[in-house]
């Protein structure tokens, strides 16, 4: 076959193609899996970016601190047009610009995360031991993220303002805690509701969202009471949150999640005979609010590093 006319090649194949210039569209559709390595990448790439103008110093001070901090940071960083055409040969950057949104209906896939075992059995798994199954680590995730929400939103509204009694109508998260903590300061309010995310940042990775800390139990509780609440009060709304996801025996199973997910980490001195949640309550009693986010030391340490989602 003979070269196609149209399709120029050589030195000379820009000139002649009238294709100087090119505006390219690229639409990407990313899942962020490993948050400590994409905030590493963001922080190598914006020390390696040169600033200018009256404070550059400032400027990249800044800009490391919103990329460890924010996901959305950290891909604008790693993703600007500049970037990316720099690694092409031949090409030069005309402007361009980036834009970068948060698919508000991203769930994770539940039912490869937790894998249903037995499905094969004649009594329908019951014989198996206890798992958390896809619908109650999709409605438990829902909870978390959403006391998450509404931690941060106390959060703007309020400060470092103290909850007061009779106001728990104004506060959707911090009034539910125990009332040592209501005078805690912005910093701490901040440290809890990370926990929220934490735990749900668990489950979105296929993990069993067990408690690391204090303050990782207190947030699982609340979890947990939120979630039993709404499939009472709800059940067509959690019935349509679940979608296609398959239906199980442990489905649902709240004295099973406080069985299996608590006391896994965590002192197991004391009275032998107090359950999980007991043993809780005295360390908590013993724990000024502050000393809640120390990991147990049998548990492995979250990244120091992980920034907060607002």
Do not use: K
């Not at 990249?60 to 460890?68: D, G, I, N, W």
């Not at 990316?84 to 610009?97: C, D, H, K, N, R």
């Not at 204090?214 to 019935?239: H, N």
């Amino acid at each position: 076959m003979g070269e196609r006319s149209d399709h120029p090649q050589g030195p000379g194949a820009a000139e002649d193609s009238g294709a100087q210039e090119i505006e390219a569209t690229v639409v990407l559709g990313l899942r962020i899996t490993d948050w400590p390595a994409l905030r590493a990448a963001a922080i190598r790439a914006v020390e390696e970016l040169d600033f200018e103008g009256v404070d550059p110093a400032g400027q990249r001070r800044e800009l490391l601190r919103e990329v460890a901090e924010d996901a959305n940071a950290a891909l604008g960083a790693l993703l600007h047009p500049d970037r990316l055409v720099a690694a092409i040969p031949g090409v030069e950057a005309m402007g361009g610009t980036l834009e970068i949104s948060v698919t508000e209906d991203f769930t994770p896939d539940f039912a490869e995360l937790f894998p249903l075992d037995g499905g094969d059995d004649e009594d329908g798994g019951a014989g198996a031991d206890w798992t958390l199954t896809p619908r109650t680590a999709c409605l438990l995730h829902a909870q978390l993220l959403g006391l998450a929400d509404a931690a941060y939103d106390d959060l703007d509204e309020h400060g470092d303002e103290a909850v007061a009694d009779g106001e728990d109508v104004d506060w959707t998260v911090f009034a539910r805690l125990p009332q040592r903590t209501w005078r805690m300061h912005r910093g701490w309010r901040r440290a809890m509701a990370r926990a929220f995310d934490d735990l749900a940042d668990d489950l979105a990775l296929g993990e069993w969202p067990l408690p690391r800390c204090l303050a990782d139990e207190i947030a699982l509780r609340m979890a947990l009471v939120d979630a039993r609440a709404l499939l009472g009060a709800q059940p067509e709304s959690v019935a349509d949150m679940m979608g296609d996801l398959p239906a199980d025996l442990y489905d649902y199973d709240w004295e099973g999640c406080n069985d299996e997910l608590f006391g896994v980490y965590g002192p197991d001195d004391g009275d032998p005979e107090l359950s999980a949640e007991q043993r809780t309550e005295v360390l908590l009693a013993a724990t000024h609010p502050e000393g809640w986010f120390l990991m147990y030391e049998d548990a492995e340490e979250r990244d120091p590093q992980r920034g907060y989602r607002r």
